[in-house]
Structure formats: structure tokens, C-alpha cells
């Protein structure tokens, strides 16, 4: 059934139930409401071609504000861990396989140290979202099993726990400053995508219109040239995403497969590949308009 006559019964009921000023008005709108947005997906209006993008681009948006609080938290630890002073040195301690020095007094450095950690890495406001690890794992995680297994083996913090624990750090917060350049290329080949995506979909809106068969012949091939080059030049946007997905995503000077990277960046949007995705519903909707233009055209001949 067209969408048109669907909507006409809804229309007529509540204007028929409405009782008194207010009620009257309300079921009105709503009625104005249910014809404004059947003429807009009638029309294409309601039409978004690059939902999935946008989409994407706050999903990054999101990341890069969580690995950002990540890095700054780690600097924060790092800070705080260099003020500590260590305790002196006494028989080696074996620590989950890091080499080790004790202390000669339990100064409490490593509850300092404990304490920074908590107070800082696992403080950041996504923690119980995307982590809500305990510490021993948490650390373990971060800086691997054996600094944590010294940080959790001893009371005292020794000069050797202490520097491979800011070594840890270090690395973790390079680590992430990478992460966060492979973020940043990713936003802007979604941004450069998705301005193509949108320049496609506004040549095909430009050249498809009511009573196509009114125009004339020479119209109707201008209208068509000027679809077929939109279609022309998004096909080759996609096909240099194509390229992109399957080159892999780098992080730094290593390369990790698309479809892993993807699927964790987009994990709450429709679609791992946006891009591809968008394109693919404004290419259907140039088919769509192509049809109809052609139609006119053979009309003619």
C-alpha cells in the first residue's frame, strides 16, 4: 500500500477523537507531525548520507576523549611516582621475573606507589565502563606481569622497582600518543569521505525532481551526464577506502588487520565500515534516480 494512503485513516481518527480546545490541538499536531515526516522520506529529504559517519565520528570523538584522560592519568602517575624517594638497597627479591632490589626499611613507598596508581590510572571517568579490573590485573595489564608482580611482592619501593615501573609508564603513555595519531587519521579520512558522501547525494537530489517526463530530451541527457560523473566520483572515494581497509590500520610503525580495529572502534554503530556502508545506500539511491531518469528519456524516443 503507498505510504500516502496509509497515513490518511490515522489522520482522520484523531481529528474525529478530539475533544475540546487542547485536545484538538494536540492530535492536530500530531497529525502535522506523521505528514511532515512521511513528505520528507516521500522526497528524500529525510535522506542522510553519511548516518553511519556521523556515527563513526562520534564514536572516535568519544575514544579519543578516553584514551586522552588515560595518558594524562599516566602522566599524573608519573609525576607523582618521581617524587617518591626510594628505600635503600638489601638482598635481591624475586618479582614475577623483573630483577629486583629490596628494602632495608619499610618506608611505605610501594603503598605510596599503590595509592598513585589507584588515585590516578584507575580514576579516569571510563575506568568501570571499559575496565573495571581489579588492581593486580589492571597493572598487570598496563605495565605487564613482571613490574606488577615486584609492585605487589614487596612493601618497600626500590630504586630498580621504581624505574622500571616509570619505564612502564612511559612506554604506556607513547603507547597511547600513537593510538591517538591513528585516531586522528581515521577522523580525517571519515571527514574527507564523508563531504563526498554528501556531495554525491546533493548532485542526485539536484538532478532528479517531480514530472522528470515534462523535460526535455537535451534536460533529461544533462541531467543524466551530471549523475553518472557524481557516481564516477564516489565510486572512486569508496574504492580508495577499500584500499585503506585492506592496507590495515597502523599504530606506529606496525599494521593491525581492518576488521579487528573496526569492529572495536564501531562496536555501537550499524556498521564496521561506515564509509562503505553510506556509500553503498547513496549508490542505490543514484540507481534509483537513474531509473527514473532514464524512463523519461526513453519516454521521448
Not at 216 to 231: G, I, P, V
Request: aromatic share 6%.
Amino acid at each position: 500500500m503507498p505510504a500516502s494512503y496509509s497515513l490518511a485513516p490515522r489522520i482522520e481518527g484523531e481529528v474525529a477523537a478530539c475533544s475540546g480546545a487542547f485536545g484538538c490541538l494536540e492530535a492536530l499536531a500530531g497529525s502535522l507531525v506523521g505528514l511532515v515526516l512521511w513528505a520528507g522520506l516521500a522526497t528524500g529529504l529525510l535522506f542522510a548520507p553519511r548516518a553511519n559517519v556521523r556515527a563513526a565520528l562520534e564514536a572516535l570523538r568519544v575514544e579519543y576523549e578516553a584514551i586522552t584522560a588515560e595518558q594524562d592519568a599516566l602522566e599524573a602517575f608519573v609525576s607523582r611516582i618521581e617524587g617518591l624517594s626510594p628505600s635503600g638497597p638489601k638482598s635481591t627479591v624475586d618479582a614475577g621475573g623483573v630483577g629486583v632490589v629490596g628494602a632495608t626499611t619499610s618506608a611505605g613507598g610501594m603503598e605510596q606507589l599503590r595509592t598513585a596508581y589507584r588515585e590516578t590510572v584507575m580514576d579516569v571517568p571510563h575506568y568501570e565502563r571499559d575496565y573495571g579490573e581489579s588492581f593486580p590485573v589492571n597493572i598487570a595489564n598496563e605495565f605487564g606481569d613482571g613490574v606488577a608482580g615486584a609492585v605487589l611482592a614487596n612493601d618497600a619501593l626500590s630504586p630498580q622497582v621504581k624505574r622500571a615501573v616509570l619505564a612502564s609508564a612511559e612506554e604506556g603513555v607513547t603507547s597511547r600518543e600513537r593510538y591517538l595519531d591513528t585516531l586522528d587519521r581515521e577522523r580525517e579520512r571519515l571527514e574527507r569521505a564523508g563531504a563526498a558522501l554528501e556531495a554525491a547525494a546533493a548532485s542526485c537530489e539536484a538532478v532528479d525532481g517531480q514530472r522528470l517526463r515534462r523535460r526535455s530530451f537535451d534536460d533529461l541527457q544533462e541531467r543524466y551526464d551530471r549523475l553518472d560523473d557524481a557516481r564516477d566520483s564516489l565510486s572512486s572515494t569508496l574504492e580508495r577506502r577499500q584500499e585503506q581497509v585492506q592496507d590495515g590500520v597502523a599504530f606506529g610503525w606496525q599494521r593491525r588487520d581492518s576488521e579487528s580495529v573496526y569492529r572495536y572502534l564501531y562496536q555501537d554503530i550499524d556498521a564496521t565500515y561506515p564509509v562503505l556502508a553510506d556509500g553503498t545506500r547513496v549508490l542505490e539511491r543514484m540507481d534509483a534516480v537513474e531509473r527514473r531518469i532514464t524512463t523519461a528519456l526513453t519516454a521521448q524516443v
